[in-house]
Each structure stands twice: as C-alpha cells, then as structure tokens.
C-alpha cells in the first residue's frame, strides 16, 4: 500500500474487524455460563465440553468450506446466476489469501468475523440436546449448523448479490432469521426428535418445572451474551464505503452495502434490549432467567431492522416480540410436550422469525441493494432497485426458520436417532452426564443443611409467622406495609 | 536451504508470507481427514464409556446410583469392581450388599476400604 490513506482505510477497517471477533468472543464466554447454569450439577461439565468443543470443529470446517460456500453461491447456485467469480480465489482453503498475505488485510478478518457469528448459530443449537444429548450427535449437528446451512442462508440472504435479496427484496439487517431464526429452527428439529428429559412431562402431560441449579449465573451468562453482542452488531456493518452512486459519500454500510452509522445502531441496540427487559419483567413476572433472555430476545426481534428504526420503534417492537414468543413459549411447551430447556427455540427462533417478518413491513419500499444486472426483483424502489416488502421477508423467515433451520436438523437428528447416537442411555441421563466418566462438579458442596445464627433467626421467625412459637421481639428495621397488616 | 521468503526488501512483489508455498492442497486434504478421523474416535470413546457406565449401574444398581448424593456416594470404579465380585447377586443394589452406606460424609471412601481395594487417590477421585 503506497497511499497513506488508502492505507489507513484498510488497516484502520482490519482492526475494525478485528476487534469485533474479539468481542464475538464473549459471546460464548456467555453461552458458556449460562448453559452450565441451565443445567442439573450432574450435567455440568458434559455441558461444557458439548459446547466448547464445537468452536474448534466450526472454525476448521468453516476454514475447509464454509467461507468458500459464503462466496460462491449467493445466487443459489441456479436461481439468479452460478457460482461468483472470484469465490475460488478469495475463499477455497488452498488459496493463499487464506493464509498470510503481504498484499491482502483484510479477508483473514472477515473470514473471523463470520466465523464468529458461525460459532453462534451452532452454539445455540447446543440448547436442543441440554441434559439428554450424545456430545458426539451434537458436535455433529452444529457443524453442520455453524459451517453448512447458516452459511447458505447467510449467502442468499445476507449478501449484497444473494438471491433473496435481490429477487425478494429480504432484509435482515443484524441476522434475526440469518443466525436466530435458523439456529431455533433446528432446535425445534432436534427437540422433536431426542424428545424431552426423563421427568419433564408427568403422568397426566403436566409440566414440571427443572429449575436451573444456578439461576445468577444463568443470568450473568445472558449478561456477558449482550457484552458479545455489540461486536455481533459492529461486525455486520461495513465501516467506510463509498455509497453515493454519483462522485464520493462515504459512511457506514451495512451488510448490503446500504448506508447506516454505528450511531444509529447504538441506539437501536440499547433500546430495544430495554424494550425487551421491561416486557420480561413483566410478563414473566419479574423471572430473573426470563427478564435477563428477554433482553436478548428482545435484540433479536428487531436485529432485521435495527440499521434504520427510530430508537422507540424498536424499543416497542422489541417489547411486543418477547410477549409474544413467551406466551408461544409456554403454549408451545404444554400444547406439544417439547423439552426447550433453555427456551432457544422462542429466544432466538420465534423472535428472530418475528423481527424479519416485522421488518417487511416497517421497511417497506426501502431499498434492500444495489441491483445486480440482469436480476429482477419482485418489488422495486423508483429507481429499480430491489425493494424490502412484507412478502419478500415473510416467506425469507420460512426459509430461514424452517427450509434451512428446522428441516436439516430434524433429517440429520432422524438419521442419528436411527443409529442409536442421538441420545445418551436412560441410566446415564439419570445418573448424569458427568457421573461416570468425570468426578463432581461440586466436589465440597455438603452445606445445605448448614445451621447458623442466621438460620436459626430466620427458622424461629417463620415458626412465629406461622403461629407455632411466639417470640416476643420482631426483626430489627423498618416495616412493610404488609406486615403491618398482618 | 530457505522454505519461502529470504528478503523482505520489495514489499510491494511479496504475496504469500508462509513457508513451502505449492502444499496447500495436501494440507486441506490431510486436514480434512484429521477432522473426520476426529469424529469417528470421538463417537467410539463416547460410546466406549456410556458401555462402561451402564455396566457398572447395572452391577451396583439404579436405585442405588440415585440415592442420596447421587453418583458421588459411590465408591470409583476399580473399588466397585472388588466389591462386585463378592456380591452375592447382579442386583446387589442394596447398601449392606456392597458394604457401603450413603452417609452424608460420603460413603466413597467406606466402600473402598470395606471391599478391601485399593481404590483411586481421593485426588484422582475428585
């Protein structure tokens, strides 16, 4: 590089990325933590090897194939054209710019970045077979998540030339049904098929409740995700392009091309993660699990179109998904018997299927791209280029969700179920995961029936409550309003 | 002897910066076999154990592996294995055929020493 400011463009947009990944990588630190915390003490650490050791699988693979399928088939191949000039050379895993490369900064750094939102898709799919799950099955499923049908949903519908978005006018602008939307299909696929944990269901089809055995940390694993999420975000924006189709206008793109700031999306990320909190709360009635995974949920389900919402759009629309998919939730779960331990399937698949639908609607008529030549769109703007519209995202989520998502999961869980290796044996699910191979995970862990002052406070105090032992004196403090009318 | 690049001097002619530039083929194709060979030694290892654990449940009995405690009330494998052979049935379930007893001290260490084994190092055990 001879001009210094190209050459500060390309680096500063190499470190851009690079910091992304960076921060993607809380995002698993997360998935981590709150999965372990999801989980029985008896399936702690089988939970984690689960989920650690598809980051490794996703990152070869995505280096054998999944980067060359991104490059080469946003046009089907078939449907609007054949494989992309240029795929070959960019992303084949014996070209040398997928190596060190003194003349190319830059697709290294993208390479990771997608990589990253791979290790997501497969990550969440690591929610379908908590507790009851082969490690083997599962390793094998989220590559084929991460490294295969995400990438071919994110090449038609998460490209600037994908076929989707050409044609359909898709737009998914922060990957609610490109990453959630097919990763929650194929927990839906895989649930249906290993079936729910020993217990889950009672005599009658009652549900029961399997708590987590360690709901903060639940919690502070969802909190560390949305840490993860702000790289998720920054990464599917391009940061320095030219956009003006006359003379120079450089910005912020996103994934399209189609002009945004890291500004707006500052404020569309925090306010529709409140959006979702404040709902949470509500409607789960102040739930920790399920106020902090409404935050989430509420990222996603206006992620489609958070490069252009007004703050308050998103903030309501974000509150009227998490409702939604937390109601469907727990029909869903009564209705049909699935075992979503973790509520994938609503957190990420019916809210990220929501927000691509909703996005048609409130997006309608904007331009999705810059139309490639001798492609025609369903519905265009003024000026030919493809147009977003309701149809176009609606039938994108069903391909999303359940073309790509629930139906490759389902036939690869059927084809693993079939040869015995989906689901661990009955006596080890009861016994636990970790039981034999691993010693426990709380070694120490005897204090439960611990009996101190405070204990023995709070004990005397209940029995007074209760009316069994009358202790003249009351806690120290002030009163509610309540006990005061007792 | 070199295996890629001897100077650096005209950056702007250099392209690939790794050694023994022409074998990236064989290294994804060796590459990919190490990823399938992966998978397969991964599915037998699993499956090797879970044939493991059921073999011991069975010896020690269900019941028993989910009583108190749950699996940590029982002795290691190689202790069990000693105390198996003097039961006196498969379904030697109960806390007096084994010699163990699901205390709240934890009855890993009375199992061992009832039977007589050695037993793993409680390091190794935990």
Known sequence: MQDPIEALTIIFTEFYYWVTVALMFLIHVGFSTYEIAAVRPKNMQRTLMKHFMVIPLVTITFFFFGWWLYNAIPSGPGITGGILDGAGETAAPWSPLMAPELQDRLNGVFWAAFLLFSWTAAAIVSGAVLERGRTGAFLILGTMVGSVTWVIDAAWGWHPEGWMVQVMGYHDAYASGVIHGIAGGAVLGVILVIGPRIGKFGPRGEVRDIKPHNVWMCCVGLFIIYTGFWGFYVACNIPIANISTEGVYLSATNIYGMPTTLSGITFNFLMSLSGGILAAYLVSRGDPFWTFSGGLAGIIATSAGNDLYHPLQSMILAAIGVVIIYKLHFWVERRFKLDDVVGAVAVHGYAGTFGVVVAGFMLWGYPAAAPVEGVTAWFTTPEGWPAVNPLGNLIGALIMFGVLGFLPAFAVAKLLDAFGLLRVPRAVELAGLDAHEHSPSYPYFRGADVVDGVAADERALAEAMDGSSSNGTGPAGSVAREDTRR | ?126
């Open chain 2, 1 to 126: 002897m070199g295996t890629g690049l001897d100077s650096f001097s005209n950056p702007q002619d250099i392209g690939a910066l790794y050694p023994f530039v022409g074998s990236e083929v064989l290294l994804v194709v060796v590459g990919i076999v190490l990823w399938l060979a992966w998978h397969v030694r991964q599915i037998v290892i699993e499956n090797q154990e879970y044939r493991r654990a059921l073999e011991l449940y069975q010896r020690v009995g269900m019941s028993r592996v989910l009583q108190q405690g749950g699996t940590e009330s029982l002795a290691d494998e190689q202790a069990l294995a000693t105390s198996g052979s003097s039961d006196t049935g498969p379904s030697a379930g109960s806390e007096s055929a084994t010699g163990a007893t699901a205390s709240p001290t934890g009855s890993r260490h009375s199992a061992t020493s009832d039977a007589g084994g050695p037993g793993r190092p409680e390091s190794a055990a935990h």
